[in-house]
């Protein structure tokens, strides 16, 4: 069960409420701090990343990906940096989807405090904003890389809209590797510094994103999601059941 604190409820490892899909990751973290809706730590998701220098290209690519994904039912999951992250957060929202946002530092300390706004935006609209760190834990340059593993650990698989070749992105696909997890990548003009991360990934096996529906056709095929709204009908071993129920849901 959650420990509940004045703002926030604290979920241990040993919890039957820590997420299965991150308990089993190569460095798990002991403890997750959240606020926000925790029952999204529960569904499915996808973790969409990217350079900060986000181009208008990453930022069309972000809003097409993440709209399919809010209507195939999947969490968006991203670390609400600046770039691709923020709008990866923002472009789900505005699908009236889900999102769950991971930090570098305590949930009470957004960095960039440019994005306090969207991260309150995230909460109220029945999001999530979790974090391994306690309160007033600063950002530092070793604590962002560390949270990713979070980010794809939290996933089925990781998308990386833009990334040069130092993005903290390819730490995250990285991760996703080791965990187990697919690695999705946005192809890019060979001449664009923001592509050559991307690209990079694409020469090294990571799965091509040539239309926003690539990602969920892909879990769609595997069976891992359904699209709402699409009634998955049973299937029956005993021939005199199966007859039954289709006499009863035969129309006329």
């Given amino acids: ?16 409420a820590f997420p299965e899909c991150l308990r089993h990751i190569p460095d798990p973290p ?13 569904r499915p998701a996808i973790a969409v990343v990217g350079t900060r220098k986000m181009t208008h290209y990453g930022a069309q690519v972000t809003d097409a990906v ?9 969490v968006v999951v991203s670390g609400l940096a600046f770039g691709v992250d923020a709008r990866a957060h923002a472009s789900t929202l505005d699908a009236r989807g889900a999102t769950i946002a991971v930090l570098g530092s305590g949930i009470d300390t957004i960095t960039p405090t440019t994005n306090e706004r969207l991260g309150q935006r995230i909460i109220e609209s029945g999001g999530l904003i979790v974090s391994e760190y306690p309160d007033t834990t600063p950002a530092d340059k070793w604590t962002f ?14 998308v990386v809209i833009e990334a040069d070749r130092e993005s903290g992105s390819l730490i995250t696909a990285q991760h996703a590797l080791e965990q187990g997890r697919d690695v999705f990548a946005v192809p890019g003009s060979i001449f664009a510094a923001s592509s050559h991360g991307t690209n990079y990934l694409i020469a090294q096996g990571a799965r091509p994103v040539l239309a926003a529906s690539d990602i969920t056709q892909e879990y ?9 709204g699409h009634l998955q009908l049973p299937t029956f071993d005993d021939p005199v059941a199966a007859a039954i129920f289709a006499i009863l849901t035969t129309n006329g």
């Fill in 1 to 16: 069960m959650a420990r509940t604190t004045t703002d926030a409820s604290i979920i241990f490892r040993d919890d039957r």
């Fill in 145 to 158: 890389p560390k949270r990713n593993r979070i980010i794809s650990g939290l996933s089925l698989g990781v």
């Fill in 66 to 74: 993440a709209q399919e994904l809010v209507r195939a039912g999947l």
């Fill in 220 to 228: 769609l095929e595997r069976g891992l999601i359904h699209r709402p």
């Fill in 30 to 42: 002991k403890l997750l701090y959240c606020r926000g809706n925790v029952e999204l730590l529960t």
